[in-house]
T-cell receptor
Framework: GESVGLHLPTLSVQEGDNSIINCAYSNSASDYFIWYKQESGKGPQFIIDIRSNMDKRQGQRVTVLLNKTVKHLSLQIAATQPGDSAVYFCAEKETSYDKVIFGPGTSLSVIP | NAGVMQNPRHLVRRRGQEARLRCSPMKGHSHVYWYRQLPEEGLKFMVYLQKENIIDESGMPKERFSAEFPKEGPSILRIQQVVRGDSAAYFC????????????FGPGTRLTVT
């Protein structure tokens, strides 16, 4: 069945280093992917998205890479800051369906 | 522009009682989604509604759970005869028309069943 999963459940990085969070998906029909950040006690916050006709998209300090060949998605955070500490979820969606399928999440801890 | 609002933020119910969770979408948004999150887990889709219509309820448990989004007022997620397994955080998201690609989440309601 459909699934979106993460390779690493936890990640610790030094402040200032770059972070890479990985995600695998199995539904080849998914054509829209999103990364969310969830801080403790709060709702998920949209970070960046990418459509399947792209393989890279950049935002402010964040970059999402999509490799459709191996069904892999990654989120890169440049110069990681303490405020980046949170749980990060990848999510997928098919254009023809309305629901978003979330992966289990990766907890990012930034060491000052 | 106020974000998605949910209330209450915390709700405690005894087994067998009813829980009502409210969600007010962002201004101009006509699509509402409900998700459930168990501790240490991701969000699970429950239901997608537009005004006065349930579009996709494939994630809703068959019994005890219902949702509505009336013409006026907030969307309501209703859980009848709650059980301990219903304890979770329930998040609402909204998106603008025509189709909900980018969803904006509320702060969630944390339901505890004692």
């Amino acid at each position: 069945g459909e699934s979106v999963g993460l390779h690493l459940p936890t990640l610790s990085v030094q402040e200032g280093d770059n972070s890479i969070i990985n995600c695998a998906y199995s539904n080849s029909a998914s054509d829209y992917f999103i990364w969310y950040k969830q801080e403790s006690g709060k709702g998920p916050q949209f970070i960046i998205d990418i459509r399947s006709n792209m393989d890279k998209r950049q935002g402010q300090r964040v970059t999402v890479l999509l490799n459709k060949t191996v069904k892999h998605l990654s989120l890169q955070i440049a110069a990681t800051q303490p405020g980046d500490s949170a749980v990060y979820f990848c999510a997928e969606k098919e254009t023809s369906y309305d629901k978003v399928i979330f992966g289990p999440g990766t907890s990012l801890s930034v060491i000052p | 522009n106020a974000g998605v609002m949910q209330n209450p933020r915390h709700l405690v119910r005894r087994r067998g009682q009813e829980a009502r969770l409210r969600c007010s979408p962002m201004k101009g948004h006509s699509h509402v989604y409900w998700y459930r999150q168990l501790p240490e887990e991701g969000l699970k889709f429950m239901v997608y509604l537009q005004k006065e219509n349930i579009i996709d309820e494939s994630g809703m448990p068959k019994e005890r759970f219902s949702a509505e989004f009336p013409k006026e007022g907030p969307s309501i997620l209703r859980i009848q005869q709650v059980v301990r397994g219903d304890s979770a955080a329930y998040f609402c998201a909204s998106s603008p028309p025509p189709r909900g690609y980018e969803q904006y989440f509320g702060p969630g309601t944390r339901l505890t069943v004692t």
